[in-house]
């Protein structure tokens, strides 16, 4: 059995009065029947940690180095978010993919990174539009999905999150039937890369909202979501937790 999780992404958004969010969403969920993670900036991490207190909220940081310390000004290596309190780090990311040239290669050494200070590490892939209207976006992620797993992966250190980059902050959705062939696919490729491949959670993220929440859930094979604009406050983020929980 797969442990459903709810993800959120704040990308670059959050200062510390946003942390009133936190505090919302803990008190609405004060015993979760699923796994909750944030994923932070980098500077909430630690009051981020604070603020949920006993709570099992999970905080997770949303890129590292794939070296361990040294001379990078401006990076952060997995280290320092454990150091900081986080649990998890998303690597990948398609806004990192693009906006920092990050190749399957560099996710795959950032994933190792992660995987060495005990961190979980969220591999994202997903196919832009012209992929998905070449027809190639199964071949896509199955590259993407090859390359960016680091032989360090197993089941409780690593998740998945196929995430369309043409459905993210778009409000476009894939149909649940190109959901449940992508899940399905990555399933069969993550067999064939790695043992326990059945307990390796596969999220799915890309314009989640309370109103798809429900009917992507109910797909066979996610696990549950990364939610990137609805998860910045505990008003939008709480029913797709409680939809995740009833799937
Ligand atoms: P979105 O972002 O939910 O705002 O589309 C998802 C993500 O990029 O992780």
């Known amino acids: 059995m797969r442990r459903k999780l709810a993800a959120g992404n704040w990308k670059m958004n959050g200062l510390v009065d946003d942390l009133r969010e936190i505090k919302a969403l803990t008190d609405a969920h004060p015993d979760p029947d699923v796994d909750l993670l944030i994923c932070a900036p980098a500077t909430l991490i630690a ?3 604070w603020a949920r207190g006993t709570h099992a909220l999970q905080i997770g940081g949303q890129t590292c180095h794939a070296d361990r310390s040294g001379a990078h000004t401006g990076d ?4 320092m978010l454990r150091d900081a309190g986080a ?18 290669a560099d996710v795959a050494a950032q994933a190792a990174a992660a995987h060495g200070a005990g961190l979980v590490a969220v591999i994202c892939i997903g196919e832009t539009l012209d992929q ?3 027809g190639d976006a199964l071949s896509v992620v199955t590259s993407q999905l090859t390359g960016s797993l680091p032989a360090s992966a197993t089941a409780a250190n690593t998740v998945i999150a196929y995430e369309p980059v043409w459905a993210i902050g778009t409000g476009k959705v894939p149909t649940t039937d190109q959901i449940g062939e992508v899940h399905g696919t990555l399933r069969a490729v993550l067999r ?11 999220l799915y993220g890309g314009s989640v909202k309370a109103s798809n ?7 066979p094979d996610v696990d549950g979501a990364l939610v990137g604009g609805a998860s910045l406050t505990a008003a939008d983020f709480s029913p797709i937790i409680t ?3 009833n799937a």
Request: aromatic letters at 2%; a negative charge.
């Open 213 to 219: 929440a429900g009917e992507i859930f109910a797909v």
């Open 87 to 104: 649990s998890h780090v998303i690597v990948g990311h398609s806004e990192r993919r693009a906006d920092h040239g990050e190749t399957d």
């Open 76 to 79: 952060i290596s997995a280290p």
């Open 243 to 245: 939809a995740l929980e």
């Open 132 to 134: 998905r209207e070449a």
């Open 47 to 49: 009051q981020m940690a």
């Open 192 to 202: 064939d890369l790695m043992k326990q491949a059945s307990s390796v959670r596969v």
